[in-house]
């Protein structure tokens, strides 16, 4: 019976964390499928809405929720800006420029973070009703974690169902498949771009601030994690909803199961597991093979 | 053009064709400029002038060499790679263990073993990553990186870990020049002949028809496979240069300073040397040193007082090279060059 208790807190904490990485990483997946563009900055706007929702929740004492909202809404508008301004200037050039430049942005984030906020890492308490634990019948689980799984399986859905049964979603499906077809068809794809790129950097905002429990939150977290993201986006495959939800989920489990047993270097396998992967399917675990 | 009319003559046809304007250009092209001593007489004058950041210049040769390494990779055959710094730490290992479990540690000679270490990981993870291109060849690169790093930092036993390898026991080169840690003549004089050897090699490459097939690659791939040229096989071999160019900078960086850590494989090296490139210029060959230079300099005087500040205005540096100078310091240096006729390189 120990070992199945051990294996549920395993699934749960991984999944947990998982939900975390999916939220953030969709996003990027659907961007980067849309426009092929490289997008390392995806992290830093992560960072930036995890920054606005502690800070709004620490020093201004708004609730949780409505931190989220407020993170969502900022980071999105932001990233609203900087693509028109410089981003849509890129999306023809080379992948090294967007390399660069979405480096150079990274810097950006962090040296500016740094000097309004300091490089010291925020605390993140979360509300009194998400503390302690939860008796989920066969096991006593913390409450934060469970809440984690409960968002990120009501944000999955509500995706899911936006990129399947919407307009917009259907748009979008069409330019990550064939994008010289659907400009052909009339679909205004610089926009659909805009659009996407700020709600998958508002959902990146919401990623950073209910993580910020247990990633942190400091200036580096804009390149800590980076590979993580960009590994969820390739494994699962590049503009897919669900693809990255189950890559999410794997990566999740299997890190934390891995930091359990294996704590010396447990994230080797992690790096071993996506080479392999990609050699296998470059175009990931979860996307069709293109014609 | 006399050529048809005689064709028994061989020789003076060949003199024909090598008259032709396409091939004197051809010709010129490898010809030492009257510039290309400059950067070793500034070496030497350097090595006159500042006895006192003698360990800085010579920081400042690796990174140099290192970003010479990339620019065969990434600015002549056109792979780019965010996991070059995997070399750069896989020959500062090999240097920094054989000497510090006391296996072998005469400098030469492990360089040479570094490069050889390097350039089999480079074979190896050549032979399978350059078989995609794009993002996944780009996380492949990373992800290899972060293998040996995390391989690094597990194998504590043997690598110190997070902490590294101190001091190492390095003999004077050649038996002759001892490595002084307070005064870095030998590291620096060292380090510049390291550098000499490795452009030569580098230039004869870059100048070569194999190099001009690797620009091709880069300018065009599928016409490349079409007029036959064995596209993977050359960025392989390519591939496998560059690393062990940049497993000599490691060793040798790891040989100047005495230590390894972990620093040798991060991305923090991987993301500055590809900086170093494309500050510089990439493609040039002599974009490596202008790069370095102007990054190291500027970092060394700047990010001491104002570390912040260094990193913001490095950033907007960058966004603004992505944006409008894609060329790099030499690439607007060479736009006002030529500013009657305007022609276009791209």
């Not at chain 1, 998982?18 to 092929?36: A, E, H, P, Q, R």
């Not at chain 2, 001593?37 to 140099?64: E, N, R």
């Not at chain 2, 990434?74 to 020959?91: P, S, V």
């Not at chain 2, 002949?193 to 001009?212: K, M």
């Amino acid at each position: 019976m120990i070992f199945g208790i051990d294996v549920a807190s395993i699934l749960l904490g991984g999944i947990s964390a998982g939900m975390v990485l999916f939220i953030v990483s969709v996003g990027l997946s659907v961007t980067m499928g849309l426009m092929g563009f490289v997008n390392l900055a995806h992290g830093a706007f992560a960072m930036l809405g995890g920054y606005v929702i502690v800070l709004t929740m620490n020093a201004l004492g708004v609730p949780f929720i409505a931190a989220l909202a407020v993170g969502f809404v900022v980071t999105a508008a932001v990233s609203l800006v900087l693509e028109r301004l410089l981003y849509a200037r890129l999306y023809r050039a080379t992948e090294l420029d967007q390399v660069l430049f979405t480096i150079g942005l990274v810097f950006v984030f962090i040296a500016s973070i740094t000097l309004i906020v300091g490089p010291e890492s925020q605390p993140f308490t979360p509300p009194a009703a998400l503390r302690g634990q939860i008796d989920l019948g066969f096991i006593k689980y913390r409450t934060y974690s469970i809440f984690l799984i409960a968002v990120g399986v009501l944000i999955v859905i509500g995706l899911w169902l936006g990129f399947e049964r919407t307009r917009i979603g259907a748009q979008i499906r069409a330019t990550v498949d064939n994008r010289r077809m659907a400009e052909s068809l009339g679909i205004n794809v610089d926009r659909l771009f805009s659009i996407t790129f700020a709600f998958g950097s508002g959902m990146a905002a919401l990623g950073g601030g209910l993580g910020a429990e247990f990633l942190g939150l400091d200036p580096q977290y804009a390149l800590k994690y980076l590979v993580y993201f960009l590994i969820a986006v390739a494994v699962g495959g590049m503009g897919t909803v669900t693809g990255v939800f189950y890559a999410s989920l794997l990566i999740g489990v299997l890190d934390f199961a891995l930091k359990l047993y294996l704590p010396k270097g447990g994230t080797i396998f992690i790096y071993a597991l996506t080479i392999l992967l990609l050699l296998w399917r470059p175009q990931g675990l979860f996307r069709r093979r293109e014609s | 053009m006399s050529a048809p009319a005689t064709p028994a003559s061989e020789p003076r046809s060949a003199s024909a064709l090598s008259e032709h304007p396409a091939a004197q250009l051809l010709i010129r092209r490898h010809r030492l400029h009257w510039w290309e001593p400059a950067p070793w007489l500034l070496a030497i004058a350097f090595y006159f002038a500042f006895p006192s950041y003698l360990g800085f210049g010579s920081d400042l040769l690796i990174w140099i060499l290192f970003a010479l390494s990339l620019d065969l990779a990434l600015g002549y055959a056109g792979i780019i790679t965010l996991g070059h710094a995997a070399f750069f730490g896989a020959g500062a290992y090999t240097v920094g263990l054989l000497a510090y479990h006391g296996i072998w540690n005469e400098p030469i000679s492990s360089l040479v073993l570094a490069a050889g270490v390097a350039a089999v990981i480079g074979l190896a993870s050549g032979l399978v990553l350059l078989r995609t291109q794009g993002l996944t060849l780009l996380m492949l690169t990373l992800c290899t990186m972060a293998l040996l790093e995390e391989a690094a930092n597990m194998g504590h036993d043997y690598t110190g870990g997070f902490d590294g390898l101190p001091s190492l026991e390095i003999p004077p080169v050649l038996g002759l020049f001892a490595f002084n840690p307070l005064y870095a003549n030998t590291q620096f004089l060292y380090s510049l002949a390291v550098l000499f050897v490795c452009l030569l090699l580098v230039r004869t490459l870059v100048y070569s028809p194999y190099g001009e097939s690797l620009t091709g690659i880069r300018e065009n791939t599928l016409r490349m496979h079409a007029v036959g040229s064995p596209v993977r096989s050359r960025l392989v071999v390519c591939y496998t240069i560059s690393a062990a160019i940049a497993g000599i900078a490691g060793g040798l960086w790891a040989q100047n300073n005495a230590y390894v850590n972990l620093s040798a494989l991060g991305l923090d090296r991987a993301a500055t040397v590809l900086i170093i490139l494309i500050l510089g210029g990439y493609g040039r060959l002599y974009g490596a040193f202008v790069g370095a230079v102007a990054y190291i300099v500027l970092q060394h005087f700047l990010s001491k007082i104002y570390p912040t500040a260094w990193q913001l205005g490095l950033g907007l540096l960058l966004v603004v090279i992505a944006l409008f100078a894609r060329n790099g310091i030499l690439g607007i240096g060479e736009s006002l060059m030529r500013r009657k006729p305007k022609q276009s390189s791209s």
